[in-house]
């Protein structure tokens, strides 16, 4: 169930779906209720019958010209910051984006989204902080100021709830107007500080609007998943501490799955065995109740991720034949989406979840065909040749892997096509091509040297440089062999 709540200010923050790589299920927030204030916007005045039904209308990879456009007509600025890589945005663009009963927001906002890898969107990455795809904000066009914030997967219903909390935030400038401990304006002020990165400041303020809350607070489940997710990198022994005490109370869509995430993600991190096993056992045990009863709302890709998430922690636990069962069951979700999609584009969606399964499976020429197919159906996306790279290289069908990886390259750009120049070095390791993973490595050195910022990763670019001195290492020393 989700929880009765006001969204009288920002919409809720969620953090969801995909992560670099590989992509770990993260939190995606539940939202709250708005108020009767709030309603969902009419159709304009004068439109033509059925014109409220038509999907809406995005414009592509600028951002400057849909601000400009928000600036001049007085509306909100929505941006999608999504990536052709990510099975989850590819789900929301094909499952919940295009749902008709968005299109009367048209009225009032002018909506965006920007392929992250693109460098034209560095300048839009630099200022708002993405690591979880899609990530969504609303903004206020004349300053940029966020007013919304979700992260990850949402059902068609929260986007609304998203959409009018962040209108009714953007009309009334309510938050300016509340008392400073206001627990919605400090909620609000969370969301800004991790849109920018800021972490400590996010957990900070999380905190103190959960104190000033308190338990019967409608948009507590919303400020704990965003407290864990701000925890998670710097101190996993509290994140785990909280997680555990309010696993079992969350409530939403797709939340209740993704705040068992960033339980197992602290869990892993945690340097004692028995708290390890403590903090699995209580996302183990949410999410087997997900499972048997998924949230309204959900959909296959939420349930599929909790499927997989549960085959996670089971696997954590040394529950080696319940983690098998559990991707059966996964897989068994995606099969049936993937069956029911109406192009090869929305059966996309659910080719990654589909091809690690297989492979958990011990099915991976299931995954090999299933790919194959893809990619002839869809011969310039990057996306099918990368995913079929990975399947045949961990079936150790490395000269087919290679090739694959290499139109996989042909094709993509910006972090992405980093991303695979490394997966053509380990291949080309494997292979005992000394000399051409070198090279490889070089070229991907140099990649992340030239990435716009906002593209940019110091942490990508170092990895890739201690893996091209070790490569350089060992070529010398096969020379002098």
Not at 58 to 86: H, N, Q, S, T, Y
Not at 279 to 297: K, T
Not at 325 to 332: I, V
Request: aromatic share 4%.
């Amino acid at each position: 169930m989700r929880p009765p709540a006001s969204l009288s200010l920002a919409a809720a923050l969620a953090l969801a779906a995909c992560a670099a790589e590989p992509p770990p299920r993260a939190p995606t927030q539940a939202a709250s209720a708005p108020p009767a204030a709030a309603a969902a916007p009419p159709p304009a005045a004068g439109a033509e019958p059925g014109e409220a039904q038509k999907p809406l209308e995005f414009i592509r990879d600028d951002v400057p010209r849909a601000r400009e456009k928000a600036r001049a007509e007085g509306k909100a600025l929505f941006v999608d910051a999504w990536a052709p890589w990510c099975h989850t945005c590819l789900s929301m663009k094909h499952h919940v984006l295009t749902d008709p009963s968005l299109r009367p927001f048209a009225d009032r906002v002018v909506f965006a989204d920007i392929d992250t890898d693109r460098p034209e969107n560095a300048p839009f990455l630099e200022r708002h902080e993405v690591t979880v795809w899609p990530t969504f904000f609303v903004l206020e066009p004349a300053n940029g100021e966020v007013v919304g914030l979700w992260r990850g997967a949402a059902s068609v219903d929260e986007l609304r709830e998203l959409l009018r909390g962040s209108l009714t935030a953007m009309d009334s400038r309510a938050a300016a107007a509340l008392p400073a401990d206001d627990p919605a304006r400090l909620l609000i002020e969370a969301k800004r500080a991790h849109s920018a990165g800021d972490h400590a400041a996010a957990a900070a303020a999380y905190r103190r609007a959960l104190a000033r809350g308190g338990e019967g607070w409608p948009r507590r489940s919303e400020a704990l998943l965003g407290l864990v997710s701000a925890l998670r990198r710097k101190d996993a022994a509290a994140c785990a501490d909280i997680g555990r005490a309010h696993v079992a109370e969350v409530q939403g869509a797709a939340l209740p799955a993704d705040f068992a995430s960033v339980l197992l993600s602290c869990a892993a991190a945690l340097p004692d065995r028995n708290a390890q096993r403590a903090a699995r056992e209580a996302a183990v045990a949410r999410l087997r109740a997900i499972v048997a009863s998924p949230p309204a709302g959900s959909s296959a890709d939420d349930r599929a991720d909790a499927w997989s998430l549960l085959a996670d922690g089971l696997q954590a636990l040394g529950d080696a034949e319940g983690a098998r069962a559990a991707t059966a069951s996964k897989l068994a979700v995606l099969e049936q989406a993937a069956r029911e999609a109406t192009a090869p584009e929305a059966a996309a969606a659910h080719d990654y979840g589909r091809a690690m399964a297989y492979l958990a499976l011990g099915r991976g020429e299931e995954a090999v065909a299933m790919l194959k197919e893809r990619e002839a159906q869809m011969p310039a996306s990057y996306e099918p040749p990368a995913r079929l790279a990975q399947v045949l290289h961990a079936m150790g069908r490395e000269e087919e892997a290679l090739a694959a990886a290499d139109r996989a390259i042909g094709r993509a750009y910006g972090p992405r096509r980093l991303r695979y120049l490394k997966l053509r070095a380990e291949i080309q390791e494997k292979l005992g091509r000394r000399a051409e993973q070198v090279a490889t490595l070089r070229e991907e050195v140099a990649g992340y040297e030239a990435l716009p910022r906002g593209l940019a990763s110091q942490s990508a670019l170092d990895d890739a440089r201690r893996r091209l001195a070790e490569a350089e290492r060992a070529q010398r020393g096969e020379k002098k062999r």
